[in-house]
T-cell receptor, first 116, second 112 residues
Framework: EPEVTQTPSHQVTQMGQEVILRCVPI?????FYWYRQILGQKVEFLVS????????KSEIFDDQFSVERPDGSNFTLKIRSTKLEDSAMYFC??????????????FGPGTRLTVL | GDSVTQMEGPVTLSEEAFLTINCTYT??????LFWYVQYPGEGLQLLLK?????DKGSNKGFEATYRKETTSFHLEKGSVQVSDSAVYFC???????????FGDGTTLTVKP
C-alpha cells in the first residue's frame, strides 16, 4: 500500500541553524501538508500546498518557514533559523488523487526535530 | 473556526472492557470526520472515517457514527486489547482539501 515517507526520522540542530525536513507524498496525490506536534500536545496545522503554491497557512507558519516541491516527488519544509520552541515532531501528509476524494489525509511517520 | 473537543484522558481499561472515547466538533457545513491512532513512538495512522451524516466508519473492531444532530463522532470498541494502547485523535477536514483540525488526543492504556 502506498505511504508517505519522511526523512530524517530524527534531526538534532543548534539554535539559529537552518534545517530542511523532507517528505515523499503518495505518488498520485495533489495536496500536501505539514503539521507539527509539540511533545504531549495536539497536532497543529502549519501549511497546505497545491499546484506549486501555498493554499493555506496558520499563524505558526511565519517568515522563518518555507515549503517547496523541488521535483516531482519531494516536498520539503525549511526552517531558516531554528528556535528552541521549534522542537517538535513534524508530520507531512498528502491527499487527493486524481478523481479521488481530497479530504482523507495520509500522514508520514514524522521527523522529530530537537533544537539545542 | 473549526474545532474538535475530545474527552479528557488518560483512559485506563482492563482487557476485554468496552471503550468509548467522546468527540464533538464545531464546524460550518458538512466536514468529514476521522479518528487517527498514534502508537508509542510512531506517526499518525488513519483508523476510520465518515464523510456524511449517519455514516458509520469501522476498522479493526473500532466504530464511530457521524451524528450531525449532536455534532459528535464518538469512538467505540466492544472489547479492547493490550495492543490497542495508544493515543487516539479525533479530527475533521473538508472535501476541498482544507487543513485537518485535531482534538487534543486521548491516551488509552489497556492492562492485561
Amino acid at each position: 500500500e502506498p505511504e508517505v515517507t519522511q526523512t530524517p526520522s530524527h534531526q538534532v540542530t543548534q539554535m539559529g541553524q537552518e534545517v530542511i525536513l523532507r517528505c515523499v507524498p503518495i505518488s498520485n496525490h495533489l495536496y500536501f501538508y505539514w503539521y507539527r506536534q509539540i511533545l504531549g500536545q495536539k497536532v497543529e496545522f502549519l501549511v497546505s500546498f497545491y499546484n506549486n503554491e501555498i493554499s493555506e497557512k496558520s499563524e505558526i507558519f511565519d517568515d522563518q518557514f518555507s515549503v517547496e516541491r523541488p521535483d516531482g516527488s519531494n516536498f520539503t519544509l525549511k526552517i531558516r533559523s531554528t528556535k528552541l520552541e521549534d522542537s517538535a515532531m513534524y508530520f507531512c501528509a498528502s491527499s487527493g488523487g486524481i478523481g479521488g476524494l481530497t479530504d482523507t489525509q495520509y500522514f508520514g511517520p514524522g521527523t522529530r526535530l530537537t533544537v539545542l | 473556526g473549526d474545532s474538535v473537543t475530545q474527552m479528557e484522558g488518560p483512559v485506563t481499561l482492563s482487557e476485554e472492557a468496552f471503550l468509548t472515547i467522546n468527540c464533538t466538533y464545531t464546524a460550518t457545513g458538512y466536514p468529514s470526520l476521522f479518528w487517527y491512532v498514534q502508537y508509542p513512538g510512531e506517526g499518525l495512522q488513519l483508523l476510520l472515517k465518515a464523510t456524511k451524516a449517519d455514516d458509520k466508519g469501522s476498522n479493526k473492531g473500532f466504530e464511530a457514527t457521524y451524528r450531525k444532530e449532536t455534532t459528535s463522532f464518538h469512538l467505540e470498541k466492544g472489547s479492547v486489547q493490550v495492543s490497542d494502547s495508544a493515543v487516539y485523535f479525533c479530527a475533521l477536514s473538508r472535501t476541498n482539501a482544507g487543513k485537518s483540525t485535531f482534538g487534543d488526543g486521548t491516551t488509552l492504556t489497556v492492562k492485561p
